[in-house]
C-alpha cells in the first residue's frame, strides 16, 4: 500500500512538472500575431492587466528575461532527483537560450523593420499623389511610421529612431534638401531595412531622370507586400513542420512521465547510476544534434 501510495504521488509530481513545462514552452512561443489582431479589433474589450502597472511591469519582465526560467525548472529536477546535476544543466542552458531568444528577438525585428518599410513606401505615394513636396511626402510618412511603430521594431517609444542611426541623416536631408537618396542608402545597411535601398533607388532616378516617384515607390511596396505574404504563407505551410519538431522535443520528457507512471523511477536512475548517467549523456547530445538538425532544415526552408 505504501508503495502503491509513493508511486502515485511521484506520478502526480513528474505530471505537475510536465504540465509546468508545457506552460512555459507555450509561453515562449506565444504568436505576437494574436496581439496585432487585438489590436486591429478596436472596439474589443481592453486586456484587464493593462490597468495594472507594477503587473505590467512584472510581465513584460518575465517575458524579456525568459532564459532564467531554465533556473527554476533545474531546481524543481533538482529536488525531484535528489541531485545537483539538474542545476548545472540549468546554469548551462541560461547562457544558450538567452543566445537563442536574442536570435529570434533579432529575426522578429529584422522583420518588423521590412514591414515598415512597405509602410513608408505606402505613405509616401499617399502623400505624393496628394501634392506634397518629395521631402515633405517623406517626412509625413517617417512620422506616420514613427507614430504606428512598434517599441521593439525601433529604438524608443512609439518606435522613432527605427531607422537607426541614419534616421537623423535621412531627416535633414529630408527637411534641408539634401542629398536623400545617399542618406536612404546610409539607412539600408540596418536589419531588415534592405527594401529602402530601392527607394534610394527611385528616388536618384527621380531627381536625375524626371522619372515619376510616385509610381516607382507604388511597385517598390507593392513588391515588398508580396514578398512579406509569399513570407507568411510559406510560414503557414511550415506550421506543420515546426509542430513535428516541438513533439520530438517533448517526447523524452514523455518518455519519463510514462515512466514514472508505470512505478518506475526515472531521475534516480538517470542520476545515480552509471548506466542512466551515460544513458543522460547520450540522450542529451542525440536530443541536442537531433532539434539541431531539424531546426536548420526547417530554418534553412522559410529563409530559401
Do not use: K, N
Request: one cysteine or more; hydrophobic letters at 50%.
Amino acid at each position: 500500500m505504501t508503495g502503491g501510495t509513493g508511486g502515485s504521488a511521484d506520478y502526480a509530481v513528474h505530471a505537475a512538472a510536465l504540465c509546468a513545462g508545457a506552460a512555459v514552452w507555450l509561453a515562449a512561443m506565444r504568436d505576437p500575431g494574436v496581439r496585432r489582431a487585438r489590436a486591429l479589433f478596436v472596439d474589443g474589450p481592453a486586456e484587464p492587466w493593462r490597468a495594472w502597472p507594477p503587473l505590467l511591469r512584472a510581465r513584460r519582465l518575465v517575458v524579456e528575461r525568459r532564459e532564467w526560467w531554465c533556473v527554476p525548472v533545474a531546481v524543481l529536477l533538482a529536488v525531484l532527483g535528489a541531485s545537483v546535476l539538474p542545476l548545472i544543466a540549468g546554469a548551462v542552458a541560461v547562457p544558450l537560450v538567452r543566445r537563442w531568444v536574442r536570435a529570434r528577438a533579432r529575426r522578429r525585428q529584422r522583420e518588423r523593420a521590412g514591414d515598415t518599410v512597405a509602410v513608408l513606401c505606402g505613405a509616401v505615394v499617399g502623400e505624393l499623389r496628394a501634392g506634397q513636396e518629395p521631402g515633405q511626402a517623406l517626412l509625413a510618412g517617417l512620422r506616420e511610421c514613427a507614430a504606428d511603430g512598434d517599441p521593439r521594431a525601433g529604438g524608443g517609444p512609439g518606435g522613432e529612431a527605427w531607422l537607426g542611426d541614419a534616421e537623423s541623416a535621412v531627416l535633414a536631408a529630408a527637411r534641408f534638401g539634401g542629398d536623400v537618396p545617399a542618406a536612404l542608402r546610409q539607412a539600408a545597411d540596418g536589419p531588415g531595412l534592405g527594401g529602402l535601398s530601392g527607394m534610394a533607388a527611385c528616388w536618384r532616378v527621380a531627381v536625375d531622370g524626371g522619372a515619376g516617384l510616385a509610381a516607382g515607390l507604388d511597385r517598390l511596396g507593392t513588391a515588398l507586400r508580396a514578398d512579406r505574404r509569399r513570407r507568411e504563407e510559406l510560414r503557414a505551410q511550415l506550421a506543420g513542420a515546426w509542430s513535428t519538431v516541438v513533439v520530438l522535443a517533448l517526447l523524452p520528457v514523455a518518455g519519463l512521465g510514462l515512466g514514472a507512471a508505470l512505478g518506475a523511477d526515472p531521475l534516480r536512475v538517470l542520476l545515480h547510476t552509471p548506466g542512466g548517467l551515460f544513458c543522460l549523456v547520450v540522450g542529451g547530445l542525440l536530443e541536442a544534434a537531433g532539434l539541431f538538425w531539424a531546426c536548420r532544415i526547417v530554418r534553412g526552408a522559410e529563409t530559401r
